[in-house]
């Protein structure tokens, strides 16, 4: 994937969450890492997960 996609979708979910008016930085280097894990093969958490705000969680809180 390159690198120009991730950085346009970590922004996009940035802009998502609670329709925030900016970036929030915290938020843009959470997806990116996410989106890189799924890169790493990594797969959404499921239910049984007990942490909260897990990088690889379905949604942005």
Same mark, same amino acid.
């Given at each position: 994937?390159?690198?120009t996609? #991730?950085?346009?979708?970590?922004l996009s979910a ?10 929030? #930085? ?12 799924h890169?790493?093969? #990594?797969?959404h ?9 897990c ?7």
């Amino acid at each position: 994937m390159p690198p120009t996609f #991730l950085f346009e979708l970590a922004l996009s979910a940035a802009f998502r969450k609670k329709d925030a008016p900016t970036i929030d #930085l915290t938020d843009t280097v959470h997806t990116m890492a996410h989106e890189l894990g799924h890169n790493f093969g #990594l797969r959404h958490d499921t239910e049984e997960c007990n942490c909260q705000n897990c990088i690889m969680a379905t949604g942005v809180e």
